[in-house]
């Protein structure tokens, strides 16, 4: 039977790193030639979900020879195998006691270039519970995973979420320029101090607009509040004031209102699809990342 383990290859080029350093600096070097075989070191490039696999049965097998050389050496010289491996890890002991000392600065030197560069993800409670879940074959750790989902359903509750952020921004945004336009401009009409507001909210849209990529990029969920303040130019209804014109202004010829019309409906597709990729980027659907 084949055992995956999704760890990733990051995490196992990490951990080989490691292991590596810490063989370097703890035990005679023979011992760094299990991680040196091709089947554990290409792992990470080829599946790095069966490293876990390659590892332990490698690992095994190095066991299974160092002690069958242990047996054979004790059944030739006539001494029992506790005498036999006291005397080899006592002559190990003064043979490399002196090595050891020279190799700390090696490993010390592996050891810190790993801890700075490699970053390894601390693994969420719902992915360390799945991997028990598997391990023990699904008998243990059922109660937290009772409404766990899949990774193909992770996948989808992504997408659930980014279309109803989406939603909720889209709602947000046109409820804020109906506002605006109900509760203020019909009342007061357009003033040369909206004037002045309205010249600085499109002074400050690309601003907005680029803070808000920058926070989405990192799933920083203040980007809704950017979006929803960029986008929508502080509430301004430059797209319901267009869409108003175009259906209830009669004193046009219907040719005259079709340019409103147009340029409502531009406004309305530009705002669903800005705050889409924002919504999706926020959410995880998509990435930020160039690869």
């Keep these: 039977n084949m055992f995956y383990y999704s760890l990733g290859k990051h995490w196992v080029d990490a951990y080989q790193a490691w292991n590596f350093a810490f063989v370097a600096g ?15 070191m290409c792992t990470a490039s080829s599946d790095p979900s069966l490293y876990i696999q390659r590892r332990v049965i490698l690992l095994a097998l190095a066991l299974m020879h160092h ?3 242990t047996t054979e050496s004790s059944d030739s010289l006539g001494i029992s195998k506790f005498e036999l491996h006291t005397l080899l890890q006592h002559d190990h002991k003064e043979q490399t006691e ?32 799945r991997v028990l879940y598997n391990l023990c074959n699904e008998h243990c750790h059922k109660p937290s995973l009772t409404n766990l989902p899949s990774s193909a359903d992770q996948e989808a509750f992504q997408v659930y979420t980014g279309f109803v952020t989406w939603i909720t921004v889209m709602v947000t945004g046109f409820g804020s320029e109906i506002s605006f336009f109900m509760f203020y401009l019909l009342k007061s009409g357009w003033t040369l101090k909206m004037e002045i507001l309205w010249k600085i909210a499109q002074m400050m849209f690309s601003l907005l607009m680029l803070t808000t990529f920058g926070c989405a990029a990192h799933q920083n969920f203040v980007a809704l509040l950017t979006l929803l303040v960029g986008l929508w130019k502080f509430g301004f209804p430059e797209t319901f004031c267009n869409l108003y014109v175009a259906i209830y202004d009669t004193s046009q010829k219907k040719v005259t209102r079709l340019i409103p019309l ?26 930020a990342n160039p690869s």
């Design 26 to 40: 703890s035990v005679e070097a023979s011992r760094a030639a299990k991680l040196l075989i091709p089947v554990t």
């Design 262 to 287: 147009i340029n409502g409906i531009g406004s309305v597709t530009h705002h669903g699809a800005a705050s889409l990729v924002i919504c999706m980027l926020l959410t995880g659907v998509v990435s």
């Design 98 to 129: 002196d090595l050891f000392v020279r190799r700390f600065d090696i490993a010390e030197l592996l050891g810190s270039t790993i801890q700075h560069k490699v970053k390894v993800t601390i693994p969420s409670k719902d992915s360390v519970e």
């Design 67 to 69: 002690y069958s050389l």
